[in-house]
């Protein structure tokens, strides 16, 4: 690889991938905004779908219509899903987003923080079989937080375990490593390719 992007600064966006109320998300995603705002290499967007109207019934092949996080999903260098896993699989809500959005993904890595009473592995695991359908490029390392509500100090705020903070910064390296690396290979206008 090239150094040529080396020194540049990369978008990335964290999708929060629970929308009930309350969540677990919300400690989890302001220990994530805290954490990552420490790197220097990136520039954060947090994207709660809680937040957005996505309706399903405007969905159509290749997405949905003007969508409310466009914008920001298409400037994004690299994303971090915050998914929790609900029936051995991830929220409906987050398959919605994904579905709503199509070139927005497109040659861009997804990193995954998961979480939930097993620590998200097959929330995870089933996003990864997703992705390549968007022709975005799922990164090998993750963080994985089992009972995360175990882990909350008095103030409800997340006091990660032992290696879960070391954990997020390797993969956060890792997207790195690929948002550079795909930067490249992006082509301006996917629109029409289903
Ligand atoms: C509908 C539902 C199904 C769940 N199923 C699982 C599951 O299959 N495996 C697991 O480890 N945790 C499961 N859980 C536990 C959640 O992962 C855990 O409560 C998590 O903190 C939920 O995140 P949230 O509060 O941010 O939505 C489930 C929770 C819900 C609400």
Known sequence: MTETNAGSRLRIAV????????RMADPLAAWLEREL???????LDMIDLAAVSL????LQPGGGGASPIGDALAGADGF?????????????????????????????????????????IRAVAQLRMVFPELRAATVRESVLIP????HLDA?????PPPGTTQALH????????????????RVPDLAGRR
């Open 15 to 22: 999708v929060i991938g629970s929308v009930r109320r309350p």
């Open 37 to 43: 705002s420490t790197i220097d290499w990136l520039d």
């Open 55 to 58: 309706p399903m019934h405007e």
């Open 80 to 120: 971090v899903f915050l998914v929790p896993e609900y029936n051995h699989s991830f929220p409906a809500a987050v398959k919605n987003a994904i579905d709503w959005h199509f070139t927005e993904w497109a040659y861009k890595p997804v990193a995954f923080v998961g979480y939930g009473a097993s620590g998200g």
């Open 147 to 150: 009972m995360a509500w175990e």
């Open 155 to 159: 103030d409800g705020r997340f006091v």
């Open 170 to 185: 390797t993969t956060m390296g890792e997207l790195r490593t690929w948002a550079r690396a795909l930067r490249p290979v």
